[in-house]
C-alpha cells in the first residue's frame, strides 16, 4: 500500500531527527534545486522574505536570485510563466500564496498546462508543481481558509497531491517536482507546524513530538498515487486526507474505535486499491474532508466506494465535510468537521 522510505532507527547515544513540515519543505526544495539546475522556484514573497510562511526562508540566499525569485501579485501571470517554462525545459515550482488565490491562474492551469502533453501530441509537456497553502482552522476567514481541491482533481491531465506529515511532505514534494505532469501540491497549513486533533483550545503539539516528524536527510521520494495506512482496524474504513488525518484518528482513538484510517496522499492519481481492500475488509466506510459537502472529493470517493464495494457494504457511506457556505470567520469550529460532528458519524455508521 505505501512505498515509503523508513528510517534507520537511531543509533545508541544518538537522538532521531524530526523536523516540522516547514522545514520538510524548504529541505526538498533545497534538495531539487541543488540536484537539478532546472528547477526554479518563483511567487510572491519567496525569495528575500522566504515566504508567508517561510517554506522557501534561505534559498535565494543560497541559490542566487536567477533560481528562487520573487514575482508580482498576479496569480495568472506566475502560472503562465511558469506553463511556458516548463514548455522549454525548465521544472519550474511556483508558489501560490494561499489557495483563495489560485482562481485568477485556472485558464493557465486548465486550458494550457493540463493540455500540453495532449494537444502537441507529447512534444511538450508541462512539468510544473504549483505549491499552494489550504484549508482553515487558522481563522483566516473566507478569503485564506478555503479547500479547492476537488476542481482541479476534475481535471484531465492535472495530479493533486495533498501531504499530512513533514515525512510525506518532503518525499511527496519531490516526487512532484521530479514528475513531467503538472502538480497541484496543496499544504494544510493548519498542521504546518503539528497535528492537530480537532480540538482548537487544547495546546497545539509540535511536530517533534509526533512519530511522522522523523524525515531522513537528503533525498528520498515517496511515489504519488499510494495510499498510508494510519491505523489498522476491522470495524470502519475512514478515508481523509491532510489536516483531516490527525482529526479522524484522535477522534477513533477517543472513542475506542478500531479503525482502518487512510490517508490518501495523493487524490490523483487515486489508490483504489487501498481503498477496497479496506472497505472490503471493514464492510463500512466514512470518508472526511474539510471542503464544502456538493461535488467535493467525497463524493467522489462515495461514488467509488458504492460502485466497487457494493455487496461488502453494511451500511450507507458516511461524509463529514464543511458546509455549503463561504468558510466563516466567527463561526470557524461549527464548519470545522471537528471531533463532535466526526464522533456522532462513527456512532451512526456502527449502529446501522
Given at each position: 500500500m505505501s512505498t515509503d522510505v523508513k528510517t534507520a532507527p537511531a543509533s545508541?547515544?544518538?537522538?532521531?531527527?524530526?523536523?516540522?513540515?516547514?522545514?520538510?519543505?524548504?529541505?526538498?526544495?533545497?534538495?531539487?534545486?541543488?540536484?537539478d539546475p532546472d528547477v526554479i522556484v518563483m511567487g510572491e514573497d519567496v525569495g528575500y522574505f522566504g515566504g508567508v510562511f517561510r517554506c522557501t526562508a534561505g534559498l535565494q540566499d543560497k541559490h542566487g536570485k536567477t533560481r528562487v525569485f520573487d514575482t508580482p501579485i498576479s496569480e495568472c501571470g506566475i502560472i503562465g510563466v511558469a506553463v511556458g517554462m516548463g514548455a522549454y525545459g525548465l521544472r519550474p515550482v511556483p508558489e501560490i500564496q494561499f489557495a483563495d488565490y489560485i482562481y485568477p491562474g485556472l485558464d493557465q492551469?486548465?486550458?494550457?498546462?493540463?493540455?500540453?502533453?495532449?494537444?502537441?501530441?507529447?512534444d511538450y509537456i508541462s512539468p510544473m508543481t504549483v505549491r499552494t497553502p489550504f484549508g482553515g482552522g487558522i481563522f483566516g476567514g473566507q478569503t485564506h481558509s478555503q479547500s479547492p481541491e476537488a476542481?482541479?482533481?476534475?481535471?484531465?491531465?492535472?495530479?493533486?497531491?495533498?501531504?499530512?506529515?513533514?515525512?510525506?511532505?518532503?518525499?511527496?514534494?519531490?516526487?512532484?517536482i521530479e514528475d513531467n505532469d503538472p502538480v497541484i501540491f496543496f499544504e494544510p497549513k493548519r498542521i504546518y507546524n503539528g497535528p492537530f486533533s480537532g480540538y482548537y483550545d487544547k495546546p497545539v503539539e509540535p511536530w517533534k513530538k509526533h512519530k511522522d516528524s522523523v524525515v531522513p536527510e537528503g533525498y528520498y521520494k515517496i511515489q504519488l498515487g499510494?495510499?498510508?495506512?494510519?491505523?489498522?482496524?476491522?470495524?470502519?474504513?475512514?478515508?481523509?486526507?491532510?489536516?483531516?488525518?490527525?482529526?479522524?484518528e484522535a477522534v477513533a482513538r477517543e472513542k475506542g474505535v478500531e479503525a482502518d484510517i487512510l490517508d490518501l496522499r495523493t487524490l490523483v492519481p487515486l489508490d483504489i486499491e487501498a481503498i477496497e481492500e479496506s472497505v472490503?475488509?471493514?464492510?463500512?466506510?466514512?470518508?472526511?474532508?474539510?471542503?464544502?459537502?456538493?461535488?467535493g472529493f467525497g463524493a467522489e470517493l462515495s461514488a467509488l466506494v458504492t460502485e466497487r464495494c457494493f455487496y461488502h457494504l453494511e451500511a450507507p457511506v458516511e461524509r463529514v465535510?464543511?458546509?455549503?457556505?463561504?468558510?466563516?470567520?466567527?463561526?470557524?469550529?461549527?464548519?470545522?468537521?471537528?471531533?463532535?460532528?466526526?464522533?456522532e458519524a462513527i456512532d451512526k455508521i456502527l449502529s446501522e
Open positions: 545508541e547515544g544518538e537522538t532521531e531527527r524530526r523536523i516540522n513540515m516547514i522545514e520538510a519543505i524548504n529541505e526538498a526544495l533545497d534538495i531539487m534545486l541543488e540536484r492551469l486548465i486550458s494550457e498546462a493540463a493540455r500540453l502533453r495532449y494537444r502537441s501530441a507529447c476542481i482541479f482533481t476534475h481535471v484531465s491531465g492535472l495530479k493533486t497531491v495533498i501531504p499530512s506529515t513533514p515525512h510525506d511532505a518532503k518525499g511527496l514534494l519531490i516526487s512532484c499510494k495510499a498510508r495506512q494510519v491505523t489498522e482496524g476491522e470495524e470502519l474504513t475512514i478515508l481523509a486526507y491532510g489536516t483531516m488525518v490527525h482529526v479522524a472490503k475488509k471493514t464492510g463500512k466506510c466514512l470518508i472526511v474532508h474539510e471542503a464544502t459537502r456538493t461535488s465535510t464543511g458546509f455549503d457556505t463561504p468558510y466563516p470567520h466567527s463561526l470557524e469550529w461549527a464548519y470545522f468537521p471537528g471531533p463532535v460532528r466526526i464522533g
